[in-house]
């Protein structure tokens, strides 16, 4: 029996579809952003990349802290 995805996992797919790249070519991405914080990548996400809030929400928690989100 699998799991769904939870937490931030669970836009992954969307995220993916909807915008073209990997969730590895965007945490790529926000790592060479040179933010470190929440907030900033959510805005950043959101006016350079147009995200929605709630993937650059989702992307930023992750990148942040993959250990807690993983499987």
Excluded: C
């Amino acid at each position: 029996m699998s799991t769904k995805p939870h937490g931030p996992a669970s836009y992954f797919p969307s995220i993916e579809a909807k915008y073209g790249r990997t969730i590895d070519e965007w945490r790529t991405a926000m790592s060479e952003s040179g933010l470190t914080s929440h907030k900033p990548l959510v805005e950043w996400l959101k006016s350079e990349h147009t995200l929605g809030h709630g993937h650059a929400t989702a992307l930023a928690q992750y990148h942040l802290n993959p250990e807690k989100w993983a499987s």
